[in-house]
Protein backbone atom coordinates (compact mmCIF):
# COMPACT_ATOMS: atom_id res chain seq x y z
CA UNK A 1 0.00 0.00 0.00
CA UNK A 2 1.24 3.52 -0.80
CA UNK A 3 2.41 5.63 2.04
CA UNK A 4 0.25 8.64 2.88
CA UNK A 5 3.14 10.87 1.30
CA UNK A 6 2.92 8.78 -2.05
CA UNK A 7 -0.62 8.72 -2.13
CA UNK A 8 -0.99 12.71 -1.41
CA UNK A 9 1.66 12.90 -4.68
CA UNK A 10 -0.55 10.73 -6.60
CA UNK A 11 -3.55 12.66 -5.84
CA UNK A 12 -1.56 15.72 -6.96
CA UNK A 13 -0.56 14.11 -10.42
CA UNK A 14 -4.02 13.06 -11.20
CA UNK A 15 -5.13 16.65 -10.16
CA UNK A 16 -2.19 18.28 -12.37
CA UNK A 17 -1.72 16.32 -15.22
CA UNK A 18 -4.75 13.88 -15.61
CA UNK A 19 -7.94 14.88 -17.64
CA UNK A 20 -10.49 11.56 -17.21
CA UNK A 21 -12.53 10.65 -20.28
CA UNK A 22 -15.89 10.18 -18.35
CA UNK A 23 -17.08 13.38 -16.51
CA UNK A 24 -14.75 13.72 -13.25
CA UNK A 25 -13.28 16.93 -11.78
CA UNK A 26 -10.14 17.20 -10.30
CA UNK A 27 -12.96 17.32 -6.33
CA UNK A 28 -12.78 13.69 -7.51
CA UNK A 29 -9.18 12.34 -6.88
CA UNK A 30 -8.36 11.66 -3.06
CA UNK A 31 -11.87 10.04 -2.46
CA UNK A 32 -11.46 5.60 -1.99
CA UNK A 33 -11.77 4.61 -4.60
CA UNK A 34 -10.21 6.79 -6.83
CA UNK A 35 -6.75 5.96 -8.00
CA UNK A 36 -6.61 2.00 -7.44
CA UNK A 37 -3.36 0.50 -6.36
CA UNK A 38 -4.12 -2.89 -7.42
CA UNK A 39 -7.17 -5.53 -7.29
CA UNK A 40 -7.71 -9.33 -6.85
CA UNK A 41 -10.50 -11.44 -6.98
CA UNK A 42 -13.47 -8.91 -6.58
CA UNK A 43 -12.24 -6.18 -4.63
CA UNK A 44 -9.69 -3.44 -5.89
CA UNK A 45 -7.75 -2.10 -3.42
CA UNK A 46 -7.31 1.98 -3.82
CA UNK A 47 -3.91 3.96 -2.16
CA UNK A 48 -5.41 4.69 1.28
CA UNK A 49 -5.89 1.13 1.46
CA UNK A 50 -9.67 0.83 0.96
CA UNK A 51 -10.42 -2.79 0.07
CA UNK A 52 -13.83 -2.44 -2.23
CA UNK A 53 -15.96 -5.06 -3.72
CA UNK A 54 -16.68 -3.56 -7.74
CA UNK A 55 -20.34 -4.35 -8.13
CA UNK A 56 -19.75 -2.86 -11.69
CA UNK A 57 -17.00 -5.55 -12.82
CA UNK A 58 -14.83 -2.62 -14.74
CA UNK A 59 -18.18 -1.62 -16.44
CA UNK A 60 -18.82 -4.88 -17.06
CA UNK A 61 -15.45 -6.33 -18.40
CA UNK A 62 -14.23 -8.30 -15.88
CA UNK A 63 -16.96 -10.56 -15.34
CA UNK A 64 -15.21 -13.63 -13.56
CA UNK A 65 -13.54 -11.10 -11.36
CA UNK A 66 -9.65 -9.91 -11.53
CA UNK A 67 -6.88 -11.88 -12.06
CA UNK A 68 -8.64 -15.76 -12.74
CA UNK A 69 -5.90 -18.36 -12.15
CA UNK A 70 -7.20 -20.01 -15.53
CA UNK A 71 -7.43 -17.33 -17.42
CA UNK A 72 -4.15 -15.38 -16.38
CA UNK A 73 -2.14 -18.81 -17.18
CA UNK A 74 -3.62 -18.91 -20.63
CA UNK A 75 -2.64 -15.16 -21.29
CA UNK A 76 0.71 -15.30 -20.31
CA UNK A 77 1.29 -18.25 -21.77
CA UNK A 78 0.28 -17.08 -24.89
CA UNK A 79 1.91 -13.72 -24.20
CA UNK A 80 5.58 -15.45 -23.75
CA UNK A 81 4.81 -16.59 -27.34
CA UNK A 82 3.71 -13.27 -28.88
CA UNK A 83 3.55 -10.13 -26.96
CA UNK A 84 2.43 -8.35 -29.41
CA UNK A 85 0.37 -7.29 -32.27
CA UNK A 86 1.41 -9.24 -35.46
CA UNK A 87 3.75 -8.57 -39.15
CA UNK A 88 0.79 -7.36 -41.46
CA UNK A 89 -2.01 -7.70 -38.80
CA UNK A 90 -2.28 -11.72 -39.46
CA UNK A 91 -4.12 -13.69 -37.55
CA UNK A 92 -2.66 -15.96 -34.67
CA UNK A 93 -4.45 -19.72 -33.40
CA UNK A 94 -6.27 -18.51 -30.49
CA UNK A 95 -7.79 -15.90 -32.55
CA UNK A 96 -9.36 -17.92 -35.10
CA UNK A 97 -10.31 -20.38 -32.33
CA UNK A 98 -11.91 -17.44 -30.53
CA UNK A 99 -13.83 -16.69 -34.04
CA UNK A 100 -14.93 -20.39 -34.42
CA UNK A 101 -16.24 -20.39 -30.59
CA UNK A 102 -18.46 -17.32 -31.24
CA UNK A 103 -19.96 -19.11 -33.91
CA UNK A 104 -20.96 -22.03 -31.67
CA UNK A 105 -22.51 -20.26 -28.87
CA UNK A 106 -24.26 -16.92 -30.85
CA UNK A 107 -27.28 -17.27 -31.86
CA UNK A 108 -28.95 -18.45 -35.32
CA UNK A 109 -26.62 -17.93 -38.34
CA UNK A 110 -23.92 -15.28 -37.10
CA UNK A 111 -20.76 -16.69 -37.78
CA UNK A 112 -17.57 -14.25 -39.17
CA UNK A 113 -15.80 -12.24 -36.88
CA UNK A 114 -14.36 -8.97 -37.63
CA UNK A 115 -12.13 -8.30 -34.27
CA UNK A 116 -11.24 -4.48 -33.16
CA UNK A 117 -9.78 -3.14 -30.00
CA UNK A 118 -12.40 -1.54 -27.96
CA UNK A 119 -16.33 -1.86 -27.54
CA UNK A 120 -16.43 1.85 -30.01
CA UNK A 121 -14.08 -0.63 -32.72
CA UNK A 122 -16.88 -2.73 -32.79
CA UNK A 123 -19.99 -0.87 -33.16
CA UNK A 124 -18.70 1.54 -35.51
CA UNK A 125 -17.56 -1.60 -37.36
CA UNK A 126 -20.97 -2.74 -37.73
CA UNK A 127 -21.99 0.47 -38.99
CA UNK A 128 -19.59 0.75 -41.78
CA UNK A 129 -20.28 -2.66 -42.48
CA UNK A 130 -23.73 -2.13 -42.66
CA UNK A 131 -22.96 0.86 -45.64
CA UNK A 132 -19.98 -1.29 -46.93
CA UNK A 133 -22.82 -4.48 -47.21
CA UNK A 134 -25.47 -2.11 -48.96
CA UNK A 135 -23.14 -0.82 -51.98
CA UNK A 136 -21.85 -4.23 -52.10
CA UNK A 137 -25.69 -5.12 -53.45
CA UNK A 138 -26.04 -2.29 -55.34
CA UNK A 139 -28.21 -0.83 -52.90
CA UNK A 140 -25.84 2.47 -52.16
CA UNK A 141 -28.80 4.79 -51.17
CA UNK A 142 -29.41 2.64 -47.53
CA UNK A 143 -26.89 4.91 -45.59
CA UNK A 144 -29.26 5.89 -42.51
CA UNK A 145 -28.50 4.97 -39.14
CA UNK A 146 -31.81 4.16 -36.70
CA UNK A 147 -30.80 4.27 -32.80
CA UNK A 148 -32.76 4.82 -29.68
CA UNK A 149 -33.12 7.77 -27.27
CA UNK A 150 -32.58 8.10 -24.29
CA UNK A 151 -30.33 6.22 -22.58
CA UNK A 152 -28.89 3.60 -25.52
CA UNK A 153 -24.55 4.31 -25.66
CA UNK A 154 -22.68 2.48 -28.62
CA UNK A 155 -19.11 4.34 -28.36
CA UNK A 156 -16.72 7.02 -27.91
CA UNK A 157 -16.50 7.99 -31.92
CA UNK A 158 -18.16 10.77 -33.46
CA UNK A 159 -19.88 8.01 -35.15
CA UNK A 160 -21.03 6.21 -32.27
CA UNK A 161 -21.65 9.48 -30.36
CA UNK A 162 -23.70 10.65 -33.32
CA UNK A 163 -26.06 7.16 -33.19
CA UNK A 164 -25.93 7.71 -28.96
CA UNK A 165 -29.29 8.38 -26.24
CA UNK A 166 -26.66 10.57 -24.08
CA UNK A 167 -27.35 14.41 -24.38
CA UNK A 168 -24.08 15.13 -22.70
CA UNK A 169 -22.10 12.66 -24.65
CA UNK A 170 -23.64 14.49 -27.67
CA UNK A 171 -23.94 18.47 -27.13
CA UNK A 172 -19.90 19.10 -26.78
CA UNK A 173 -19.26 17.36 -29.83
CA UNK A 174 -21.90 19.25 -31.93
CA UNK A 175 -22.31 19.18 -35.24
CA UNK A 176 -22.85 15.38 -35.57
CA UNK A 177 -22.33 13.05 -38.38
CA UNK A 178 -25.38 13.16 -40.88
CA UNK A 179 -27.95 10.43 -41.59
CA UNK A 180 -28.61 9.33 -37.77
CA UNK A 181 -32.31 9.33 -36.90
CA UNK A 182 -33.39 8.79 -33.59
CA UNK A 183 -36.90 6.79 -32.07
CA UNK A 184 -38.12 6.12 -28.82
CA UNK A 185 -36.55 3.67 -26.27
CA UNK A 186 -39.00 1.75 -23.92
CA UNK A 187 -39.07 2.31 -20.47
CA UNK A 188 -42.44 1.00 -18.73
CA UNK A 189 -41.18 2.55 -15.80
CA UNK A 190 -41.19 5.68 -17.26
CA UNK A 191 -42.77 5.52 -20.74
CA UNK A 192 -42.50 8.17 -22.92
CA UNK A 193 -45.97 7.50 -24.46
CA UNK A 194 -47.54 7.76 -20.85
CA UNK A 195 -48.46 4.16 -21.25
CA UNK A 196 -48.47 1.08 -19.62
CA UNK A 197 -48.46 -2.69 -20.37
CA UNK A 198 -50.63 -4.30 -22.03
CA UNK A 199 -52.70 -1.39 -22.89
CA UNK A 200 -50.06 0.37 -25.18
CA UNK A 201 -49.92 -2.78 -27.42
CA UNK A 202 -45.91 -1.89 -27.55
CA UNK A 203 -46.70 1.29 -29.44
CA UNK A 204 -42.51 1.87 -28.68
CA UNK A 205 -42.21 -0.75 -30.99
CA UNK A 206 -44.23 0.24 -33.29
CA UNK A 207 -42.80 3.75 -33.31
CA UNK A 208 -40.23 2.25 -35.19
CA UNK A 209 -42.08 1.14 -38.13
CA UNK A 210 -43.53 4.59 -38.76
CA UNK A 211 -40.32 6.14 -38.44
CA UNK A 212 -38.80 3.57 -41.16
CA UNK A 213 -41.99 4.77 -43.26
CA UNK A 214 -41.63 8.48 -43.16
CA UNK A 215 -37.73 8.35 -43.77
CA UNK A 216 -38.04 5.67 -46.63
CA UNK A 217 -36.67 2.20 -46.62
CA UNK A 218 -34.24 2.60 -49.30
CA UNK A 219 -32.13 4.84 -47.52
CA UNK A 220 -32.14 2.92 -44.29
CA UNK A 221 -29.68 0.89 -43.66
CA UNK A 222 -29.79 -0.36 -40.21
CA UNK A 223 -30.88 -0.29 -36.62
CA UNK A 224 -28.64 -0.27 -33.97
CA UNK A 225 -29.52 -0.96 -29.79
CA UNK A 226 -29.51 -2.72 -27.40
CA UNK A 227 -31.62 -5.24 -26.05
CA UNK A 228 -31.15 -3.96 -22.22
CA UNK A 229 -30.70 -0.41 -21.84
CA UNK A 230 -27.91 -0.43 -19.66
CA UNK A 231 -27.31 3.44 -20.30
CA UNK A 232 -30.51 4.15 -19.10
CA UNK A 233 -30.18 2.75 -16.16
CA UNK A 234 -30.26 -1.22 -16.85
CA UNK A 235 -33.90 -1.32 -18.67
CA UNK A 236 -34.83 -4.64 -20.01
CA UNK A 237 -37.15 -4.32 -23.02
CA UNK A 238 -40.74 -5.31 -22.41
CA UNK A 239 -41.96 -8.78 -23.47
CA UNK A 240 -42.33 -9.01 -27.18
CA UNK A 241 -40.11 -5.86 -27.96
CA UNK A 242 -37.49 -7.13 -29.45
CA UNK A 243 -39.41 -9.56 -31.78
CA UNK A 244 -41.74 -6.71 -33.05
CA UNK A 245 -38.21 -4.88 -33.50
CA UNK A 246 -36.47 -7.43 -35.88
CA UNK A 247 -40.08 -8.46 -37.43
CA UNK A 248 -40.05 -5.01 -38.52
CA UNK A 249 -36.49 -4.69 -39.56
CA UNK A 250 -36.61 -7.62 -41.51
CA UNK A 251 -40.16 -6.66 -43.50
CA UNK A 252 -38.30 -3.54 -44.36
CA UNK A 253 -34.60 -4.93 -45.41
CA UNK A 254 -33.12 -3.47 -42.76
CA UNK A 255 -29.90 -4.78 -40.63
CA UNK A 256 -30.43 -5.19 -37.05
CA UNK A 257 -27.54 -4.40 -34.62
CA UNK A 258 -27.08 -5.68 -30.98
CA UNK A 259 -24.93 -4.12 -29.11
CA UNK A 260 -24.15 -6.71 -26.52
CA UNK A 261 -20.73 -5.11 -25.49
CA UNK A 262 -22.03 -5.04 -21.82
CA UNK A 263 -24.46 -7.69 -21.55
CA UNK A 264 -22.87 -10.52 -23.51
CA UNK A 265 -20.85 -13.10 -22.72
CA UNK A 266 -23.08 -14.92 -20.29
CA UNK A 267 -24.08 -11.96 -17.28
CA UNK A 268 -27.73 -12.01 -18.27
CA UNK A 269 -28.19 -16.42 -18.16
CA UNK A 270 -27.64 -16.20 -21.75
CA UNK A 271 -24.26 -16.27 -23.80
CA UNK A 272 -25.84 -13.39 -25.85
CA UNK A 273 -29.00 -11.35 -23.90
CA UNK A 274 -30.36 -11.75 -27.98
CA UNK A 275 -31.33 -15.31 -27.20
CA UNK A 276 -33.12 -14.50 -24.31
CA UNK A 277 -35.44 -12.05 -26.77
CA UNK A 278 -36.02 -14.87 -28.91
CA UNK A 279 -34.04 -13.02 -31.65
CA UNK A 280 -30.49 -13.17 -34.12
CA UNK A 281 -29.33 -9.52 -35.13
CA UNK A 282 -27.77 -9.12 -38.48
CA UNK A 283 -24.83 -8.18 -36.21
CA UNK A 284 -23.67 -8.84 -32.80
CA UNK A 285 -21.10 -6.60 -30.66
CA UNK A 286 -18.96 -7.63 -28.65
CA UNK A 287 -16.85 -6.24 -26.26
CA UNK A 288 -15.69 -5.93 -22.56
CA UNK A 289 -16.23 -9.06 -21.27
CA UNK A 290 -14.81 -11.08 -24.40
CA UNK A 291 -10.99 -11.03 -23.12
CA UNK A 292 -11.88 -12.03 -19.71
CA UNK A 293 -11.51 -8.33 -18.68
CA UNK A 294 -7.30 -8.78 -19.59
CA UNK A 295 -7.46 -5.76 -22.00
CA UNK A 296 -8.60 -4.00 -25.40
CA UNK A 297 -10.14 -6.75 -27.45
CA UNK A 298 -13.67 -6.60 -29.41
CA UNK A 299 -15.51 -7.63 -32.35
CA UNK A 300 -18.03 -7.13 -34.63
CA UNK A 301 -19.93 -10.39 -35.12
CA UNK A 302 -21.76 -10.52 -38.53
CA UNK A 303 -24.47 -13.28 -40.00
CA UNK A 304 -22.63 -15.68 -42.60
CA UNK A 305 -24.63 -13.72 -45.56
CA UNK A 306 -22.93 -10.35 -44.53
CA UNK A 307 -19.67 -11.87 -44.26
CA UNK A 308 -19.62 -14.00 -47.39
CA UNK A 309 -20.02 -10.36 -49.17
CA UNK A 310 -17.16 -8.86 -47.24
CA UNK A 311 -14.93 -11.94 -47.92
CA UNK A 312 -16.34 -11.76 -51.36
CA UNK A 313 -15.38 -8.19 -52.02
CA UNK A 314 -11.86 -8.26 -49.86
CA UNK A 315 -12.70 -4.65 -49.33
CA UNK A 316 -13.17 -4.22 -45.17
CA UNK A 317 -11.11 -1.85 -44.28
CA UNK A 318 -12.01 -1.24 -40.65
CA UNK A 319 -8.93 -3.05 -38.64
CA UNK A 320 -6.20 -1.36 -35.86
CA UNK A 321 -2.58 -2.10 -35.17
CA UNK A 322 -3.48 -4.01 -31.73
CA UNK A 323 -7.54 -5.05 -32.65
CA UNK A 324 -7.20 -8.68 -32.42
CA UNK A 325 -4.41 -9.11 -30.02
CA UNK A 326 -3.64 -13.26 -29.45
CA UNK A 327 -3.15 -13.43 -25.68
CA UNK A 328 -6.16 -11.38 -25.34
CA UNK A 329 -8.23 -14.16 -27.46
CA UNK A 330 -6.56 -17.21 -25.73
CA UNK A 331 -7.87 -15.26 -21.85
CA UNK A 332 -11.11 -14.94 -23.63
CA UNK A 333 -11.15 -18.38 -24.88
CA UNK A 334 -9.93 -20.11 -20.91
CA UNK A 335 -12.94 -17.13 -19.68
CA UNK A 336 -15.64 -18.84 -21.54
CA UNK A 337 -14.30 -22.35 -20.60
CA UNK A 338 -14.47 -21.57 -17.09
CA UNK A 339 -18.17 -20.50 -17.68
CA UNK A 340 -19.07 -23.72 -19.21
CA UNK A 341 -17.31 -25.70 -16.65
CA UNK A 342 -18.85 -24.19 -13.81
CA UNK A 343 -22.19 -23.63 -15.42
CA UNK A 344 -21.97 -19.92 -14.76
CA UNK A 345 -25.27 -19.53 -16.84
CA UNK A 346 -26.82 -20.97 -14.51
CA UNK A 347 -25.33 -18.81 -12.01
CA UNK A 348 -26.41 -15.71 -13.32
CA UNK A 349 -30.25 -16.46 -13.24
CA UNK A 350 -29.37 -17.72 -9.40
CA UNK A 351 -27.67 -14.36 -8.85
CA UNK A 352 -30.95 -12.65 -10.24
CA UNK A 353 -33.02 -14.57 -7.74
CA UNK A 354 -31.31 -13.98 -4.95
CA UNK A 355 -30.41 -10.24 -5.68
CA UNK A 356 -34.69 -10.18 -7.13
CA UNK A 357 -35.65 -11.57 -3.80
CA UNK A 358 -34.42 -8.93 -1.57
CA UNK A 359 -34.02 -5.81 -3.49
CA UNK A 360 -37.79 -6.45 -4.65
CA UNK A 361 -38.60 -6.67 -0.90
CA UNK A 362 -36.63 -3.91 -0.13
CA UNK A 363 -39.04 -2.23 -2.99
CA UNK A 364 -42.00 -2.67 -1.31
CA UNK A 365 -41.10 -1.27 2.00
CA UNK A 366 -38.49 1.52 1.24
CA UNK A 367 -39.98 4.61 0.02
CA UNK A 368 -37.20 5.91 -2.32
CA UNK A 369 -37.18 2.84 -4.13
CA UNK A 370 -39.30 3.11 -7.34
CA UNK A 371 -38.05 0.09 -9.32
CA UNK A 372 -35.56 -2.52 -9.51
CA UNK A 373 -34.61 -4.29 -12.85
CA UNK A 374 -32.51 -6.90 -13.61
CA UNK A 375 -31.39 -9.28 -16.19
CA UNK A 376 -29.32 -11.82 -14.71
CA UNK A 377 -26.27 -10.33 -13.11
CA UNK A 378 -26.88 -7.33 -14.56
CA UNK A 379 -29.18 -5.33 -12.49
CA UNK A 380 -30.75 -1.50 -11.50
CA UNK A 381 -32.57 0.18 -8.35
CA UNK A 382 -34.32 3.35 -9.06
CA UNK A 383 -34.48 5.43 -6.08
CA UNK A 384 -36.90 8.48 -6.31
CA UNK A 385 -38.05 10.92 -3.74
CA UNK A 386 -41.84 10.32 -4.22
CA UNK A 387 -43.13 6.73 -5.76
CA UNK A 388 -46.29 7.44 -6.39
CA UNK A 389 -44.65 10.78 -8.88
CA UNK A 390 -41.09 8.50 -10.08
CA UNK A 391 -39.85 12.24 -8.83
CA UNK A 392 -36.23 12.39 -8.99
CA UNK A 393 -34.32 14.15 -6.14
CA UNK A 394 -33.63 17.89 -6.81
CA UNK A 395 -29.81 16.86 -6.78
CA UNK A 396 -29.52 14.05 -7.84
CA UNK A 397 -25.52 14.52 -7.88
CA UNK A 398 -25.61 14.80 -4.74
CA UNK A 399 -26.94 12.40 -4.22
CA UNK A 400 -25.16 9.44 -6.39
CA UNK A 401 -22.52 11.09 -4.14
CA UNK A 402 -23.70 10.56 -0.98
CA UNK A 403 -24.89 6.77 -2.32
CA UNK A 404 -21.28 5.96 -3.34
CA UNK A 405 -20.11 7.20 -0.01
CA UNK A 406 -22.20 5.25 2.15
CA UNK A 407 -21.84 2.03 0.04
CA UNK A 408 -17.95 2.63 0.54
CA UNK A 409 -18.30 2.48 4.25
CA UNK A 410 -19.24 -1.17 3.52
CA UNK A 411 -16.71 -2.14 1.40
CA UNK A 412 -18.56 -2.00 -1.53
CA UNK A 413 -18.19 0.21 -4.99
CA UNK A 414 -21.81 1.12 -6.10
CA UNK A 415 -22.56 3.36 -8.54
CA UNK A 416 -25.22 5.97 -9.97
CA UNK A 417 -23.70 5.83 -13.45
CA UNK A 418 -25.95 8.35 -15.13
CA UNK A 419 -27.42 10.87 -13.01
CA UNK A 420 -28.71 12.86 -15.55
CA UNK A 421 -31.56 10.43 -15.33
CA UNK A 422 -32.07 10.40 -11.42
CA UNK A 423 -30.33 7.84 -9.41
CA UNK A 424 -30.08 4.43 -10.22
CA UNK A 425 -27.72 2.06 -8.84
CA UNK A 426 -26.31 0.17 -11.69
CA UNK A 427 -24.84 -3.43 -11.32
CA UNK A 428 -23.16 -5.69 -13.22
CA UNK A 429 -22.42 -8.33 -10.68
CA UNK A 430 -19.12 -10.67 -11.02
CA UNK A 431 -20.88 -14.31 -12.39
CA UNK A 432 -18.31 -15.93 -9.10
CA UNK A 433 -19.54 -14.11 -6.33
CA UNK A 434 -20.63 -16.04 -3.72
CA UNK A 435 -23.69 -15.65 -1.76
CA UNK A 436 -21.92 -14.22 1.09
CA UNK A 437 -20.56 -11.22 -1.23
CA UNK A 438 -23.99 -10.99 -2.62
CA UNK A 439 -25.42 -10.56 0.98
CA UNK A 440 -23.00 -7.77 1.76
CA UNK A 441 -23.92 -6.03 -1.33
CA UNK A 442 -27.83 -5.95 -0.48
CA UNK A 443 -26.70 -4.86 2.97
CA UNK A 444 -25.06 -2.28 2.16
CA UNK A 445 -28.13 -0.83 -0.53
CA UNK A 446 -30.31 -1.67 1.97
CA UNK A 447 -28.81 0.75 4.04
CA UNK A 448 -27.75 3.27 1.65
CA UNK A 449 -31.70 3.36 0.39
CA UNK A 450 -32.22 3.69 4.68
CA UNK A 451 -29.74 7.12 4.82
CA UNK A 452 -31.39 8.98 1.64
CA UNK A 453 -34.65 8.23 2.79
CA UNK A 454 -34.27 10.07 6.15
CA UNK A 455 -31.81 12.49 4.56
CA UNK A 456 -33.64 13.20 1.39
CA UNK A 457 -37.05 12.79 2.26
Sequence with gaps: MA???????????????????????????????????FAEGHYAVDIHGSRLFDTETCASACYLGFGRPE???????????????TPLFVPTAPLLKLGEKLAAISPGNLKYSVFGANGTDATEGALKISRQYWKALGKAGKYKVLHRIPGDYHGMSLATVSASGHTFRRTPYE???????????????????????????????????????????????????ENTNTGLGIVPP????????????????????????????????????????????DMLCIGKAISAGCGALAVTHVSEEIGKVL?????????????????????????????????LLARARE???????????????????????????????????????????????????????????????LNCQFPHYGNVITMYLPLTSTNAELAMVCAAIEDVVDRVARRYL
Design 175 to 225: PLMAGFVSFNAPNCYRCPFEKALPDCHLLCARELEKVIQFEDPDTIACVIT
Design 351 to 413: IEAIMGKRLKSLMTQSPVVGDVRMSGAVQGIELVSDKSAKSIFADPWEVASFISEVGREHGVL
Design 311 to 343: AETGNLHHGFTYGGLGYLAAAGLAGIAYVEEHD
Design 3 to 37: TREEADILVRLAREYYVSGFGRSESFYGRPGSIVE
Design 238 to 281: PPGYMQAIRETCSKYDVLLIADEIITGIAKTGAWFESEKHGIVP
Design 71 to 85: VMKALQAEMARLPST
